[in-house]
């Protein structure tokens, strides 16, 4: 029988960012005034015991920038972000953590202009360096090849990649060292984490307030859109999901613009380990809260915005000509790629307004999602209970949880889980919602789930003509607290959606649908004490 829960060891389970954040609230209105007269100001944490429940934005009518040709359902995505065709043919679904990291490998090796890594963090094991080997040789290849100006660009997250001796930075340094003008690493620090706070929550806790949680791996015209990040466990027993673009230039140049957006108001790491922020640019934990956000927001809507204004100028020269008419629609063929993006903390909702406006005007279709962390935010929870669409929602069972076995107050991260998962089957039991939601479980001896995001299928078909991939994870912190990045993909490709129809197979095939009695079951037993301090930090994961 394990040991009774003592009070010491509850409070210090509470500890982890709750207190802070309630601390934080006390020490901003005690240093308010002096804040004042810097001329900056120390932002709130969101709200930690109750979510705030924000009015869905109403629907905007369909509008003609780069929609002229879109699937009729979904042409309103272009009204939000920019809209990039491709031909289905060069979008490959990769299954398993070997594939993506083989064709991680492969690209890096044979890149001849880019390469641009962006991930949570970069891992410190040998899988890891062997990746960081492969960009060693491109870089040498590229210096004796006088032709050859490869770049290599890095962006992670400044207090994952920080933590510890032995670390994301220490991997990266000798490739500053040897080609500093070659490559460039930066590291994003949330500007929610400054202050006292940043002084007091230690280094394991830290990065609960915010983080850069974008993964996107590019390659000259190449791309990687995941969920994975750059370490072993995503490299071998670690199941995510993956999509390839191969040769989608456009698609690539977007997502190199993102990244150097995002790079530019990080922290840049040097050649002896030290941080500075590039000229002109506001420091995120030292400078002006507002400030920094604001200049933050520009800088990556204006990457938004761009390709938006030449899709919309492109659509303009091809509705004058016919025979160009016709050439735009031969070239860009029967698949769209919209990027989405969601950073709270900067002010930019893109892939919330997209994801709330999917979910609302689903009817009668059906919809697949899928979360490493199922915790959804109370909006998307009432959209899916509020709609007529059918779901299938596949999370991770308490052993394919990244935190099972974990020691100290991470280890009960699963239970949290459990009771949240039940939480939300009672709702749908109350509401008699049984036969339209279906909760599904992921189990795999030796393996842990993290795969995210949806396969939407209209009314009537058997295939998914959209999916969304990417990092978000539909829950509080993906929403409110990080940076995201994800697509959503329409096709028409019959091909292309028999590929989505696999992976969404092959993932929902391993699990088990959850039941009144799962819950009975021991291993999902939560205690009394995870039942309290849940709703007390369910915002911070």
């Not at 009518?61 to 920019?82: K, Q, Y």
């Not at 995002?262 to 840049?268: A, H, I, K, R």
């Not at 915790?375 to 991770?396: C, F, H, Q, S, W």
Request: with cysteine; charged share 25%.
């Amino acid at each position: 029988m394990a040991a009774p829960m003592t009070w010491n060891r509850v409070v210090y389970s509470v500890y982890t960012p709750a207190v802070f954040g309630v601390f934080t609230r006390i020490s901003d209105r005690f240093v308010r005034t002096h804040d004042r007269r810097r001329g900056s100001s120390l932002l709130l944490l969101a709200p930690l015991l109750a979510e705030a429940d924000p009015t869905l934005a109403s629907s905007r009518p369909p509008g003609s920038t780069g929609a002229a040709r879109l699937h009729s359902r979904f042409h309103w995505i272009a009204d939000h972000v920019p809209a990039f065709r491709v031909p289905g043919g060069r979008i490959h679904i990769l299954h398993t953590p070997d594939e993506f990291y083989q064709a991680m490998k492969a690209r890096i090796k044979t890149a001849k202009r880019r390469v641009v890594l962006a991930s949570l963090y970069l891992g410190t094991g040998p899988l890891e360096q062997d990746l960081v080997n492969c960009m060693e040789e491109a870089l040498k290849r590229s210096q004796e090849d006088t032709a050859a100006d490869l770049k290599v660009s890095v962006l992670l997250d400044y207090t994952r990649g920080s933590r510890g001796k032995n670390n994301s930075r220490t991997m990266l340094l000798p490739l500053l060292q040897r080609f500093p003008e070659q490559m460039r690493v930066c590291l994003y620090h949330t500007p929610d984490l400054r202050g006292l706070l940043r002084l007091l929550v230690p280094e394991r806790f830290n990065e609960t307030i915010g983080v850069q949680h974008i993964k996107a791996y590019l390659f000259d015209d190449s791309l990687i859109i995941s969920g994975a990040n750059l370490s072993d466990s995503y490299f071998t027993n670690r199941q995510d999901r993956y999509v390839l673009l191969e040769d989608c230039r456009e698609v690539a140049d977007f997502f190199a613009e993102l990244v150097r957006a995002v790079g530019d108001v990080s922290l840049q790491l040097g050649p002896d380990d030290t941080v500075h922020m590039k000229e002109g640019m506001v420091h995120p934990y030292k400078g002006n809260r507002l400030e920094f956000s604001a200049s933050a927001r520009r800088q990556i809507m204006e990457v938004m915005n761009t390709p938006r204004t030449q899709q919309h100028m492109l659509d303009l020269e091809c509705s004058q000509d016919s025979d160009l008419e016709l050439e735009c629609g031969e070239e860009r063929s029967d698949t769209w790629v919209f990027p989405l993006v969601q950073m709270k903390p900067l002010g930019i909702r893109l892939d919330e307004e997209v994801t709330q406006r999917l979910l609302r005007e689903a009817g009668g279709d059906t919809v697949y999602l899928t979360s490493g962390y199922f915790n959804l935010t109370r909006t998307y929870m009432k959209l899916v209970l509020g709609t007529a669409a059918d779901y299938r929602i596949l999370m991770a069972s308490p052993e394919v949880n990244g935190f099972f076995g974990a020691k100290g107050v991470a280890g009960a991260i699963p239970e949290a889980y459990v009771h949240l998962a039940h939480q939300f089957y009672r709702k749908v039991c109350d509401l008699g919602q049984q036969g339209r939601v279906h909760l599904h479980e992921y189990h795999r001896s030796d393996w842990t789930f993290h795969a995210k995001g949806l396969w939407y299928y209209l009314e009537g078909k058997h295939h998914p003509c959209l999916t969304l991939i990417g990092s978000p994870n539909f829950g509080y912190r993906s929403v409110h607290r990080d940076l995201e990045a994800q697509i959503a993909i329409v096709t028409e490709n019959e091909e292309l959606q028999a590929h989505l129809q696999k992976e969404q197979e092959m993932l929902y095939q391993r699990s088990t649908e959850v039941s009144g009695s799962t819950f009975k079951q021991p291993n999902r037993y939560v205690k009394l004490w995870v039942k309290l301090v849940t709703p007390l930090i369910k915002n911070f994961f």
